[in-house]
């Protein structure tokens, strides 16, 4: 099968949980013996550089980049607000990546069309044009769902009944894009509930994010005297940084005061500098790291605070594949096939959070049993080769309709 994936911004070096979303199945993909070519845009934010990909991914996907500046103005964002135009989408439509997908489907044919996130459906209109293939919308997150959480948690008055307009001017777009397309592939089940509760008539399955289990083989996790807590993750996501000042407000001064031996360590690309410069007890803050993994490796208990994320959180699966106890909020948890107790630590507020994390400091015991659990759910639901099978058996039901 022929597929084209198109992004929203490069899918390699996959920095971020939507970069490594994409990654992974790309790899998936070519593995499973499938063609792959990537067409994505290269933002100032994240640029794509082709002197810093390895050459044999370049042979195989054909990756190419074209500079979008998807940079918020604030006129084109008043303009689209009063023309009730969706900023949020359109910046990143641009007449060069148009011209380049033109020129791409009347050179290459393709089976299936990859839309990787909302963000690329505005080039719906050409791929209409110019390609009978399958076109799949890859949701990675409800947009709108995001939006209204935020909206819900915005403290300032001024930019709460925004950001409400904003979530509702999403979800309309978001609803009748689902007609657009000939397939949705959602990222978590209740993603495609929500799809499918609107009605549409177009094929929704879930696809979650998946992992090489074997990428994540670290030595056996043993009790230590204090498990060491952490939180990774980039800091310029704003459900992530909202969470984390939760996080150091309203959780981790209780957890020193009753603990004063407890370690809290966060890292993340853009951390702010109030927070790089914060001088809390037990806390140490490092910005972006090297090595996601090395830093992993080396602390027991990933802390996911988030209360306006949607989709599935990819940070949560590559910690349960190192065999990390995890202790979230349900919402940060939301997409994941878990169960509470067993392979993940629950919490719906500021004191049952205090709770989960005073238990495994106490008993670091459970805190490697959670873990243990968490990697056999890993390897049995989240693995590549599992998630690509079922992609493939999907678009082969869209060719054959």
């Known amino acids: 099968m022929r597929i084209l994936q198109l992004c929203n911004k490069p899918p390699y070096p996959p920095i971020d949980g939507g970069s490594k979303a994409m990654h992974n199945l790309t790899r998936g993909l070519l593995a499973a013996g499938h063609e792959v070519k990537v067409l994505c845009i290269s933002t100032p934010k994240q640029p794509l550089i082709p002197a810093e990909l390895p050459q044999e991914y370049v042979e195989q996907t054909g990756i190419e980049g074209v500079f979008v500046d998807t940079t918020v103005n604030i006129v084109d964002a008043f303009t689209d607000l009063v023309t009730a135009d969706n900023y949020n989408i359109s910046r990143f439509f641009s007449p060069d990546m148009d011209i380049r997908l033109i020129r791409l489907l009347s050179e290459e044919k393709f ?52 950001r409400r307009f904003l979530a509702k001017q999403l979800e309309e777009y978001e609803m009748a894009v689902l007609d657009r397309v000939d ?31 074997a990428e994540y083989n670290v030595a056996p996790s043993r009790p230590t005297a204090h498990p060491g807590f952490f939180h990774l993750g980039s800091m310029d996501w704003l459900p992530n940084e909202e969470g984390i000042r939760w996080l150091l407000e309203s959780v981790w001064p209780r957890v020193v005061r009753k603990r004063p031996k407890a370690r809290l360590h966060l890292a993340g690309n853009k951390m702010p500098a109030d927070l790089m410069a914060m001088e809390l007890p037990g806390l140490t803050v490092k910005g972006r790291v090297k090595n996601a993994i090395t830093f992993m490796a080396s602390h027991q208990v990933m802390l996911v605070p988030l209360f306006s994320a949607g989709g599935m959180r990819v940070k949560i699966i590559e910690g349960m594949a190192m065999g990390k106890a ?76």
């Not at 505005?122 to 919308?137: E, G, S």
């Not at 959670?370 to 493939?392: M, P, T």
């Open 326 to 401: 995890i202790i979230s909020t349900h919402i940060g948890a939301e997409g994941i096939d878990h169960t509470d107790g067993k392979n993940i630590l629950l919490a719906k507020n500021a004191t049952e959070f205090l709770e989960h994390i005073l238990a495994l400091h106490d008993a670091p015991e459970k805190a490697v049993e959670l873990g243990e659990a968490a990697r056999e759910l890993v390897q049995s639901r989240y693995s590549d080769q599992r998630i690509v099978q079922d992609l493939i058996a999907f678009y082969k039901q869209l060719l054959k309709a």
């Open 183 to 213: 397939g949705v592939a959602a990222i978590s089940p209740s993603d495609a509930e929500h799809f499918m509760a609107h009605g549409t008539r177009t094929p929704v399955v879930t696809i979650p994010f998946g992992v090489e289990p």
């Open 111 to 162: 089976d299936v069309v990859q839309l990787e996130s909302l963000f690329m459906t505005p080039y719906i209109p050409t791929l209409r044009r110019y390609t009978n293939a399958r076109i799949v919308l890859r949701s990675h997150n409800l947009e709108h769902v995001i939006q209204e959480r935020i909206a819900t948690g915005e403290k300032n008055f001024l930019k709460r009944p925004y």
